[in-house]
């Protein structure tokens, strides 16, 4: 038990952030998460005793801001990401130059440990996403040199954006898109995991396994491709459909009119991050070198696409 360390957490709403900041707050640390809006926050706080996990007002534009929240906490992690750009909320913005002040941050009030939140591939991706992703890392390292990387593949569990979002879009869509023809492949991971790989960043001690200054690319135990992933998601929804290949060229004119939605479910640029596979690469370090032992979709699929089904979660007895 941390009983009596503090960690802060930029952007512990989010679907990968609210996971870290129940492990951490069942390890007993004490907990600021670090928000424009800390009311968005409030739904975090039943996650620890009361008191422990606390919203923090934090303008994110101001650097005396971020070096508040920063402050008194032994360790960092940075959960701050955007799929899509819109107004202010740019892929420069959000993931290179806001890590590097948070880093800094970090540095000044002598923060022990670091963990950035990245995305796997973006030293390979020519989307605008990885590649801000990539200088993201880069500036991180060169203000916080101890930083730990953790690049994860397609998050899955319960509030995930992607199998959800597929999952949805079956409801009413006659067809699903192969976009490329589908033979981009991913190696989705458990937001579970990706929440322990953390934990190990913030907590392994020094020596052969001190992830300090290291980079991990976290996936899962299996590599598909998206004809794969449909298959999953049909399975569990029991709902199947058409799938249509979508040359790379249409897919990208069919995103420009998607991007004018407000929460648009494609874009051109996520076209583009789709042309890299998403795999850890051979040599890298993983999640067992953190200790933390990957889980398969088979475990967390059915919990959550279930209730897409038709009839609902409950279908099959009612026809029993």
Same mark, same amino acid.
């Given at each position: 038990?941390?009983?009596?360390?503090?960690?802060?957490?930029?952007?512990?709403?989010?679907?990968?952030?609210? $996971?870290?900041?129940?492990?951490?707050?069942?390890?007993?640390?004490?907990?600021?998460?670090?928000?424009?809006?800390?009311?968005?926050?409030?739904?975090?706080?039943?996650?620890?005793?009361?008191? $422990?996990?606390?919203?923090?007002?934090?303008?994110?534009?101001?650097?005396?801001?971020?070096?508040?929240?920063?402050?008194?906490?032994?360790?960092?992690?940075?959960?701050?990401?955007?799929?899509?750009?819109?107004?202010?909320?740019?892929?420069?913005?959000?993931?290179?130059?806001?890590?590097?002040?948070?880093?800094?941050?970090? $540095?000044?009030?002598?923060?022990?440990?670091?963990?950035?939140?990245?995305?796997?591939?973006?030293?390979?991706?020519?989307?605008?996403?990885?590649?801000?992703?990539?200088?993201?890392?880069?500036?991180?390292?060169?203000?916080?040199?101890?930083?730990?990387?953790?690049?994860?593949?397609?998050?899955?569990?319960?509030?995930?954006?992607?199998?959800?979002?597929?999952?949805?879009?079956?409801?009413?869509?006659?067809?699903?898109?192969?976009?490329?023809?589908?033979?981009?492949?991913?190696?989705?991971?458990?937001?579970?995991?990706?929440?322990?790989?953390?934990?190990?960043?913030?907590?392994?001690?020094?020596?052969?396994?001190?992830?300090?200054?290291?980079?991990?690319?976290?996936?899962?135990?299996?590599?598909?491709?998206?004809?794969?992933?449909?298959?999953?998601?049909?399975?569990?929804?029991?709902?199947?459909?058409?799938?249509?290949?979508?040359?790379?060229?249409?897919?990208?004119?069919?995103?420009?009119?998607?991007?004018?939605?407000?929460?648009?479910?494609?874009?051109?640029?996520?076209?583009?991050?789709?042309?890299?596979?998403?795999?850890?690469?051979?040599?890298?370090?993983?999640?067992?070198?953190?200790?933390?032992?990957?889980?398969?979709?088979?475990?967390?699929?059915?919990?959550?696409?279930?209730?897409?089904?038709?009839?609902?979660?409950?279908?099959?007895?009612?026809?029993?």
């Amino acid at each position: 038990m941390q009983k009596n360390k503090t960690a802060t957490i930029f952007g512990g709403t989010g679907f990968i952030g609210s $996971q870290v900041v129940r492990e951490l707050a069942k390890k007993g640390y004490r907990i600021k998460v670090a928000s424009r809006v800390p009311e968005r926050a409030y739904f975090l706080r039943p996650c620890g005793s009361v008191g $422990q996990v606390v919203p923090f007002v934090c303008d994110y534009s101001n650097p005396d801001s971020i070096a508040e929240a920063v402050k008194g906490a032994e360790c960092v992690v940075n959960c701050i990401g955007i799929l899509y750009e819109r107004g202010k909320a740019k892929f420069k913005r959000i993931h290179t130059e806001l890590p590097e002040q948070i880093a800094r941050a970090c $540095q000044k009030e002598g923060v022990a440990r670091f963990a950035h939140i990245s995305a796997l591939g973006c030293e390979k991706g020519s989307s605008r996403y990885a590649k801000s992703k990539l200088e993201g890392e880069k500036a991180v390292q060169k203000a916080f040199p101890d930083a730990t990387i953790l690049r994860p593949s397609v998050v899955f569990g319960p509030d995930d954006d992607f199998f959800n979002k597929f999952a949805s879009l079956s409801r009413y869509a006659p067809a699903l898109p192969l976009i490329g023809g589908g033979g981009t492949k991913f190696q989705p991971v458990y937001v579970g995991d990706v929440a322990d790989a953390v934990l190990a960043a913030l907590t392994l001690p020094s020596g052969e396994g001190d992830p300090r200054g290291k980079t991990y690319e976290l996936g899962g135990p299996e590599v598909v491709n998206f004809c794969e992933i449909y298959e999953r998601l049909f399975r569990n929804t029991g709902r199947k459909r058409m799938l249509v290949s979508l040359p790379w060229g249409i897919a990208k004119v069919k995103a420009s009119f998607l991007s004018m939605l407000p929460k648009p479910p494609l874009t051109r640029d996520q076209v583009e991050s789709l042309k890299t596979d998403n795999v850890c690469g051979e040599n890298a370090l993983k999640l067992a070198d953190l200790g933390v032992r990957p889980t398969g979709m088979a475990l967390i699929l059915p919990s959550y696409l279930e209730h897409y089904r038709p009839g609902g979660k409950f279908a099959d007895k009612k026809r029993a």
